[in-house]
């Protein structure tokens, strides 16, 4: 069960916008992050959640998408997450970034979504002052990272890597292919 769960975890970067996100949904995406693991347990991420049109807008192009596909600039109107979740360093509690726990925190909320038949995207390319002054962030919190969400409008299929070219395509049909290393080509047994 676990497996199919994380099969179905992709970085979907399209999405059916219309289909909303409830606020409840999203808090329950939080409450996974909150009772996963944290370095030392300092527990210094925050959470702002959105599922609000207007400012859904405004984060929107403080986001880079899919750079490997560089004649794509991004879902068109329609497509986009109906919902995000912007995680933050609280720098009272730590000044050195936990990137460990960002990537368990993004995991656990990813999962939470596929298990709701949803998906989303980390993204790390952001836009940080941008994105701060738009929903008003204080100096005291660094934006980590944002996970956009929605009801996936692709389909994302994993493939096996060819000639080590592990960078993800479309094809004419737009279905999203994402190249994986086998496993005899990341497992040494002893």
Partial sequence: MIHDLIAKNRSYRRFYEEINIDLNTLKS???????SPS??????????????????????????WAGYLKDWNGAVEG???????????????????????????????LLGAVEQDLGGCIIVSVKRQELAKILNISEQYEIALVIALGKPKEN????????????????????HYVPKRSLDDIVSVL
């Fill in 29 to 35: 995406f939080v409450e996974l992050a909150r009772i």
């Fill in 39 to 64: 370095t030392r347990n300092l527990q210094p991420l925050k959470y702002i959640i959105s599922n609000n049109r207007e400012i859904n807008k405004q984060i929107f192009p403080t986001l880079a």
């Fill in 79 to 109: 497509e986009r997450p109906s919902a995000y979740i912007v995680v933050l360093v609280d720098k009272n509690i730590t000044q050195s970034k936990p990137e460990h726990d960002e990537g368990i925190v993004a995991q656990s909320i």
């Fill in 156 to 175: 994302v299929v994993l493939t096996t890597v060819k000639d080590n070219d592990i960078k993800y395509f479309r094809d004419s049909n737009a279905v």
